[in-house]
């Protein structure tokens, strides 16, 4: 089944502890992005990646890293998790012509304390 | 710089009605693309409809139609015949093709569907 996995779907963490979200997909597609959703503010791309090794900052990149050394898979990492950073996640993937729409995972609820 | 808005946080509609729900864009690039997508209470993100800016036709897909105006930089979804499973939270997007590969999205419009 063509999807996008995300782990772990639920995390509790305190401020400070570094954690990473991982994201996978298995359809071969190029382009995958992070994004936050918090009520009122829709989603907001954090980064995105166009290929291996080619990654660019979204609208809320401050706080996050990202790394893309496979094509399948798009981990999102904070060093250093701050309680403003509490919100749902989604990666998401998509095929390179113009007219895809990303495929997202089931998304992270992530709360830092 | 890209905006999408959407004016309405939220909406009823009696089942079986048909339903339009708002969004406007705004974009410099002549190229461009729009999508919808729901948002059931469970929380995954569904892709619905695309609409790119040079294509003649509004698009379909089954009961979803996009009442594309170019003119008016709007690109409301509509939804006829709603059914009780369409109750969810509709999202508006945007991707250009500047070079940028950004995807941006609306605050979402939340749908109830009365019975």
């Known amino acids: 089944e063509a999807q996008v996995t995300q782990n772990p779907r639920y995390l509790i963490t305190v401020t400070g502890k570094k954690l990473t979200v991982t994201c996978s997909q298995n359809m071969n597609h190029e382009y995958m992005s992070w994004y936050r959703q918090d009520p009122g503010l829709g989603l907001r791309q954090i980064y995105y990646?166009?290929?291996?090794?080619?990654?660019d900052k979204g609208d809320v990149p401050e706080g996050y890293k990202v790394s893309r050394k496979e094509k399948r898979n798009f981990p999102l990492i904070l060093e250093s998790p701050s309680p403003n950073q509490t919100s749902l996640y989604f990666c998401?993937?998509?095929?390179?012509?113009?007219?895809?729409?990303?495929?997202f995972g089931s998304g992270t609820r992530l709360t830092v304390v | 710089a890209q905006k999408i808005t959407q004016t309405q946080p939220g909406m009823f509609v009696q089942e079986k009605e048909a339903v339009t729900l708002d969004c406007t864009y705004d974009t410099s690039d002549p190229s461009y693309g729009l999508f919808w997508y729901k948002q059931p209470s469970s929380g995954e993100m569904i892709f619905l409809i695309y609409?790119?800016?040079?294509?003649?036709q509004n698009a379909t897909e089954g009961r979803y139609s996009l009442n594309f105006q170019k003119a008016r930089k709007s690109a409301n979804l509509v939804i006829s015949a709603s059914q009780l499973g369409d109750s969810a939270m509709y999202f508006c997007a945007m991707r250009d093709t500047s070079g940028t590969y950004k995807y941006i999205f609306g605050t979402g419009t939340r749908l109830k569907v009365l019975a």
């Open positions: 990646s166009m290929n291996v090794e080619v990654t």
């Open positions: 998401a993937s998509r095929g390179g012509g113009v007219g895809y729409g990303y495929t």
């Open positions: 609409q790119g800016s040079y294509d003649q």
